[in-house]
């Protein structure tokens, strides 16, 4: 066979196939796969990417007539029904007999579940046909990591009844991990938030079926019912300088921070002290979802052996304060959420662990950005930042090498 000349026949050739199938599922899912390689290679805005694929894959096949090129023009149609064209599409004189029921489900049950820490939420919904030729019972599965703000994996598969025996079991037999029913405006709501994030990704994450999946997840989605406050979520905006200084006087006013001994600190420490408890919010206000009170080993190796080292210029007593304050801050936060005391005992020791790792990196400066080794350089050399001679002359003399690392 000649090699296709287009995109759009390279698309025809791969699903010629399509009639064969055993079921809308089974056609929905080779669509969404084929439309994934178009959502993989775009460099933004993908969900746009793939609508106006859609769009002109319509106008081009318009014209034909085989019951592969009509039977894939209804799977796209189903899955992606913004796109231009759509209302055009009809069944060809030989469609497959499950395709009548090409989109055509409805929800039989949605749940959440996720880890204590609040690292990562996945949500579930399970899916039937309106009849049975449609194909069986299937489940969605959308991973959101709040650590970076968006829906990281999709999944689409079955049969549904084990997929959730399965996620069940796994959380009742971790205790660091929740389990419940989820209002399904809720899960939408949730999961196409992140997606939108997700989109417009430069750079997808590297393993899953995200790619693969995710234009069944929009149409599966699109089934459920919508929030009723369609603006989302309410953001959390930074504190005040006066809740954090609020929060910081109950923290050092804690049995956490006596049991790292940092209720005592004073003199030259003390400044230290406060610069580090500062970073730690600086840290959590970062976050897409911030909550200074949500710590975990992830969020704490994000924290000290990346962040600190990009964004703050640490002297030698900040440095072996750090971990310390860390520690205590990351078991107060613990408490104050409930979490169970082995979730606590877990993040400490992953802290422990990494002081070694953070110390290399603060010796090396490996991870500091331009700017953050600008300053460091500085204050080596003595200049004091708030003297404006000074550092105006710091800066002409070392404006080559600046510009150097900047490059």
Request: proline letters at 6%; one cysteine or more.
């Amino acid at each position: 066979m000649a090699t296709p000349q287009t995109p759009y026949d390279a698309v025809l050739h791969a699903a010629r196939d399509v009639t064969k199938l055993e079921s809308a599922l089974d056609a929905e899912m080779l669509g969404s796969a084929l439309l994934g390689s178009v959502y993989a290679i775009a460099e933004t805005d993908r969900d746009t990417a793939v609508r106006e694929f859609v769009t002109g894959f319509l106008a081009a096949t318009a014209r034909r007539r085989t019951a592969a090129a009509t039977t894939i023009r209804q799977v796209f149609a189903s899955l992606v029904p913004s796109a231009e064209g759509t209302e055009r599409v009809r069944p060809g004189s030989q469609a497959p007999a499950w395709s009548g029921q090409l989109g055509r489900v409805h929800l039989t049950g949605s749940w959440a579940y996720g880890d204590v820490y609040g690292d990562q939420t996945s949500y579930l919904a399970t899916f039937a046909y309106d009849d049975e030729a449609g194909g069986p019972e299937h489940a969605l599965v959308a991973l959101v990591d709040h650590n970076i703000g968006i829906t990281k994996d999709v999944f689409v598969g079955g049969p549904a009844e084990r997929i959730l025996d399965q996620v069940r079991q796994m959380c009742a037999d971790d205790e660091l991990t929740w389990f419940r029913t989820e209002d399904p405006a809720r899960l939408r709501g949730e999961v196409a938030r992140h997606l939108a994030v997700t989109d417009d990704l430069g750079e997808l994450p590297g393993e899953g079926s995200l790619s693969t999946d995710r234009a069944l997840v929009g149409a599966r989605l699109a089934v459920l019912p919508s929030a009723a406050d369609p603006t989302g979520p309410t953001e959390v905006g930074p504190l005040s300088a006066a809740e954090r200084t609020d929060l910081v006087r109950r923290f050092l006013a804690a049995p956490e921070a006596a049991r790292f001994g940092l209720d005592t600190v004073d003199g030259p420490e003390l400044a230290s002290l406060h610069f580090c408890l500062s970073l730690l919010l600086d840290h959590s206000a970062s976050f897409p979802e911030a909550d200074p009170m949500r710590w975990s080993p992830a969020v704490s190796g994000l924290f000290l052996l990346d962040w600190v080292h990009r964004r703050a210029v640490l002297d030698m007593d900040d440095a072996a304060m750090l971990p310390r304050v860390l520690r205590a801050w990351a078991r107060y936060a613990s408490r104050q959420r409930g979490l169970p005391e082995s979730a606590a005992a877990r993040t400490d020791e992953a802290i422990e662990e990494m002081v070694p790792e953070f110390a290399r990196l603060y010796s090396t400066g490996e991870r500091r950005s331009p700017a953050t080794a600008a300053v460091a350089q500085l204050m080596a050399d003595g200049v004091d930042p708030d003297d404006p001679a000074a550092l105006d002359a710091w800066i002409e003399a070392n404006r080559h090498r600046l510009a150097d690392d900047g490059a």
